[in-house]
């Protein structure tokens, strides 16, 4: 049976969704739950509280997806970082309006709040560069630029990509998610200097190099 706290949860996560935090009333989520206002403060003090924790239960359930995903993986830096992209690749397509309230409304927390918010969308991007700079310190990445900056250059594109698909994605006759996964990893390769499957560029024979260069690329 579903709580009435998480009645409200869910009910206030659509309402952000389709109209937004600030135009949603406290009226609007305690009518849609049939509920008093002074049955919403038993659960949450303000409209801010319950954004805030909506927003903080899915990074605890990104953060899950990963780490359930790593659990599966190899151990090669490659392997976990595929690891990474798989799990908030699909978290993101398969809870498009709980990740599009998370990464738009964010910004209308109270600035307090809004840093620990902050706080953990860090955690996660370091989460990304530490295993990027383990495998360029180890030799299985092999980027032009320093183990640092290929970290941050990466991991940004990525989540920047990553975080942007509930703006647009709708699988039913579009792009599935398993595509986009794929898309992403060949790009963190190309940024990492990897042309094969956990083949560092540099140990790539030279012929296959260079056939791979001479392809024309578009634009």
């Known amino acids: 049976m579903v709580s009435t706290r998480e009645r409200l949860t869910q009910e206030a996560l659509e309402l952000f969704y389709r109209q937004g ?45 990963i780490d359930m995903e790593l ?3 190899g151990q090669t ?28 409304e964010s910004l209308e927390l109270p600035q307090a709040m809004l840093d620990l918010i902050l706080e953990r969308r860090r955690s996660l991007r370091d989460q990304v560069e530490r295993i990027i700079v383990a495998g360029v310190e180890s030799a299985e990445f ?51 200097g990897v042309t094969e499957i956990g083949l560092p560029r540099s140990e790539v024979p030279a012929a296959q190099v260079a056939a791979e260069d001479s392809v024309p690329r578009a634009g």
Not at 21 to 50: G, V, W
């Open 142 to 192: 092999t980027p032009t630029a320093s183990a640092a900056e290929a970290a941050r250059l990466t991991s940004t594109a990525l989540f920047g990509l990553m975080t942007s698909i509930s703006d647009w994605y709708t699988e039913p006759g579009g792009w599935s998610g398993e595509l986009l996964v794929d898309l992403f990893v060949e790009l963190a390769d190309r940024m990492l």
């Open 77 to 104: 830096s490659r392997e976990r970082l595929v690891a990474v992209i798989k799990a908030v690749t699909l978290w993101h397509c398969h809870k498009a309006h709980q990740a599009k309230v998370a990464n738009r």
């Open 71 to 73: 659990g599966r993986s």
């Open 21 to 65: 935090f600030r135009t949603t009333t406290m009226r609007q989520i305690t009518s849609t739950c049939k509920l008093t206002p002074a049955a919403f403060y038993n659960h949450f003090a303000s409209k801010d509280e319950l954004l805030y924790s909506i927003i903080v239960d899915s990074f605890v359930e990104l953060q899950r997806e």
